[in-house]
């Protein structure tokens, strides 16, 4: 381990990235995040990230330390320290270092912002070769997904829950609709060949790649719908996949005991895949 | 500052009790947490919390890395380090260091365990003695509420909505009913005299001064009901009152916009907080 962590201006060996352990991020998970691509060393939909970090922190009333261009620079700066070629950056922003209190701190105590990064082959992975299978899991997350925070125990259980069953990930659903994978947008292809990813609301994320997924599939006269699906028509997809921000599109092969199509990837996914990597990596800044 | 913390088996000044910002407190809210009254140096109720915290890592199969014997004597001395006489310990266990990873790490993996005491006369205090007013919000946290997770960024998102309507806290309610206070067990007392308390389900913690007072009402002959009740039947209460750890029993005078009785703390409150504070005192470890 090696790693140089970014933690509130400071370039740190990662063993020396420390937090108090009064800071609200872990204490009240009163923290955001993002996870942004790298590929060939450059950022992937960077805009995108960054706008819906601000967003979020909006959401919260948490203020960034750093304007756009510095934290442009210091996503492009722990890109270069660490020599990642493909990967990810993870940030995490929290309200900061205060007294234990339900009541926020007062404004102007300093936030807390960390970035770090995990090296991964974003282009090959056997997931995206194979396909993926999923476990359908009820929803039991907080009613704000739409706000990125870092109250992911219910996903990290859904992760363990789906293995335990002998999946590899989980879909997660509420009120008899899908909502989401455990980190990923969830998508099907109708047996009539419409592409269906459920409509934005607070109850799941505002997908970074999902938006680019859906304009990508617009683009080559897919058939968009935006509206939530049940576990039964996931069931019986002609395909499914999940798109994320290191996944792009993979292809899920299996809902619960389902086999999806032929039970290998789809013509769609592997379509959008295809076409997300080469627009994306193209436009990688 | 100067306090003592405790953090896995180091006793250190504050400034320096930091964490790994890879410790999965800090990036999933993968934590659980227990707060211990404490009157005149010694632990209030210590065997309930004890045994709420082994229930909590049982749900979220988090190892305790100490032994019963071992976590008494750190709670004892940590209000011995920090001469606490009046006040709290606030205990957290994380699943330890990782590399950010929705899959636990594997079994073994050391978790975090952190205590630290805040004072706080918990005998004599405003909110005692005049009644607090609460502001009805709607519950959006996740659906295992009786699993005292560290995932607190909603009930105090909550409690400053609450302070921003000009009320001191929240309470909230889910499907038409009263689940709980931001941080407290919400109860009421009908026109007739029967205390009602929720009764305990995923939707709420179960609160361990919750089951002491319910106790106490019952052995002072008061008719209890444990069963759900309505935002409007807490607005047509004759009486409200929140119980938690440090606060014991407090009034709620007000309702939104609703005068509870008279406006002014109510005779079940008082009698049980006087109860309260008599045998749990006595009874203090």
Redesign the interface.
Known sequence: MSRI?Y?NGEWLP??E???????R???????I?EVTCVLDGKLVEYAGHAARLQRSARE?KLALPLDDDELLSVHREIVARNSVDQGMI?L?LTRGVA??D???PPEGTPTTL?L?T?TKNVLVNRAAETGISVALL?D?????RDIK?????????A??EA?ARGADDAWLYEDGMVTEG??ATAHIVTSDGRLVTRDLSRALLAGVTRASILELAKAHGMIVEERAFSPQEALQAREAFITSATNFVVSVVKVDDATIGDGTPGEFARVLRNHYVETRRAAAI
């Open positions: 962590v933690l990662e063993a990235a420390k937090v108090s352990v009064f800071d991020g872990f204490l009240m998970a009163d923290a995040y919260l993870y995490q007294e234990r339900f009541v926020f960390v770090f995990q009820p039991l997350r907080w009613a704000r925070t870092v109250q992911l125990l219910y996903p990290s259980m992760k363990m293995k455990s980190a």
